[in-house]
């Protein structure tokens, strides 16, 4: 297998398992149907669905674009470097911290919002909980986008660790 058609085949696996794991969600959330948060529930639940989709249909040019500019022989002797294996991994990483978080983002903003126009906004423990989900879940997004886009600089890095 050369390295593209590694990277189609764990992105799609990951696109895989955000598709069941959303259709698990949506089938839970249509019995306990009734209510805002149960209608956010879905929503967000329909979101991981559709990029589990996504991930499937977009797999190849993710691919394409996980190993632009790098030209090595690898492709044509079907050898995988493990630099390529690292690329791979660190880019799927970021891809799930990122559909992950961001319905945790907008649900977290969401009751912090909504929280403020009650009188649960007095009681400085909620303010505080909901400050630090946020803050704690745009980390992880902005983790998983630093993932995807420095994956080539981080897997160089590891490799140049290893030979000292």
């Not at 306990?32 to 879905?42: A, C, K, V």
Request: glycine share 8%.
């Amino acid at each position: 297998m050369t390295k593209h058609e590694i990277a189609v085949l764990t992105i799609r696996v990951l696109g895989i398992y955000f598709l069941i794991i959303g259709l698990v969600h949506i089938s839970t959330s249509i019995v306990h149907w009734g209510g805002f948060s149960s209608g956010f529930f879905l929503t967000s639940v329909s979101y991981i669905v559709v990029a589990g989709v996504l991930l499937w249909w977009l797999a190849n040019p993710l691919s394409c674009w996980i190993f632009r500019g790098s030209v090595d022989s690898s492709e044509e002797t079907h050898a995988v470097l493990p630099e390529n294996f690292q690329r791979i991994a660190f880019t799927t990483m970021g891809l799930y911290l990122l559909i992950t978080k961001v319905p945790s983002l907008v649900s977290s903003y969401i009751f912090y919002f909504r929280t403020s126009d009650r009188e649960l906004s007095n009681v400085v423990e909620v303010k505080i909980s909901g400050q630090s989900t946020i803050i704690g879940t745009s980390i992880g997004i902005l983790f998983g986008i630093l993932l995807i886009c420095f994956s080539g600089y981080l897997s160089r890095m590891l490799s140049k660790g290893k030979t000292r």
